[in-house]
């Protein structure tokens, strides 16, 4: 199956300063790249995604990047505000398998105002 | 609510209890699942149902037995439990990935703790 590595495990970072978190994928045939952020408390929701046909993404202050040839993708988040604090998830899914999708393990950003 | 519902929200079950988790969805996803989350553990999968049947169980022990009577609702039927079974439990859905939508909508958990 799938396996997706995520670093750092923690980040902590000053208000206003940026973050990137990565992340690796195992399989070639992977074709779909989600990122997920789970407030305390509460349930992961998908803040960004980014298909195999498609080198990066933006959205306001977050991006997402995907390298294909190197089997790695990476979210960034710029100018960081304490309510971006959560952990938050990278995945990965090959269509072929009905959407299941494998997770990384999570990194807790913190951002001090 | 995000259109996936869990329920309960917290439970509190002894080793010998009989209890069950209730996920129900409105979104017309084909797919369902059942996640486990520990503190400090990443996302753990344990069961995946495509149109009511089930098409993955990741080597979950025989005391967590899933159920799902319809494509729109899921349940986790629990007994015998162990106390490193606390966890938050969270079911999920997506639609079908020919349709080219791969994401998943999460319900809020359900927060258990086995005394």
């Known amino acids: 199956g799938e396996n997706v590595e995520q670093h750092p495990s923690t980040l902590s970072v000053q208000e206003g300063d940026s973050a990137v978190i990565k992340c690796t994928y195992s399989?070639?045939?992977?074709?779909?790249f989600p990122w997920y952020k789970q407030e305390l408390g509460k349930r992961p929701q998908l803040i960004i995604d980014?298909?195999?046909?498609?080198g990066e993404k933006k959205d306001q202050r977050i991006a997402v990047t995907l390298n294909k040839t190197a089997k790695h993708f990476s979210l960034h988040i710029t100018e960081t505000q304490p309510e971006d604090s959560a952990v938050y998830f990278c995945?990965?899914?090959?269509?072929?398998?009905?959407?299941?999708?494998?997770f990384g393990r999570g990194t807790q950003l913190t951002v001090w105002p | 609510e995000t259109g996936v519902t869990q329920t309960p929200r917290h439970l509190v079950m002894g080793m010998t209890n009989k209890k069950s988790l209730k996920c129900e969805q409105h979104?017309?996803?084909?797919?369902m699942y059942w996640y486990k989350q520990s503190a400090k553990k990443p996302l753990e999968l344990m069961f995946v149902?495509?149109?009511?049947?089930?098409?993955e169980n990741n080597s979950v022990p025989s005391r967590f037995s899933p159920e799902c009577p319809n494509s729109s609702h899921l349940f986790l039927h629990l007994h015998t439990l162990q106390p490193e079974d606390s966890a938050l439990y969270l079911c999920?859905?997506?639609?079908?990935?020919?349709?080219?939508?791969?994401?998943?909508?999460f319900g809020s958990g359900t927060r258990l703790t086995v005394v």
């Open positions: 999920a859905s997506s639609q079908d990935p020919g349709r080219r939508n791969y994401g998943y909508t």
């Open positions: 399989d070639s045939a992977s074709n779909y």
């Open positions: 980014i298909r195999s046909n498609v």
């Open positions: 995945a990965a899914s090959k269509g072929s398998t009905l959407g299941r999708l494998y």
């Open positions: 979104l017309g996803h084909n797919a």
């Open positions: 149902y495509n149109f009511k049947e089930q098409t």
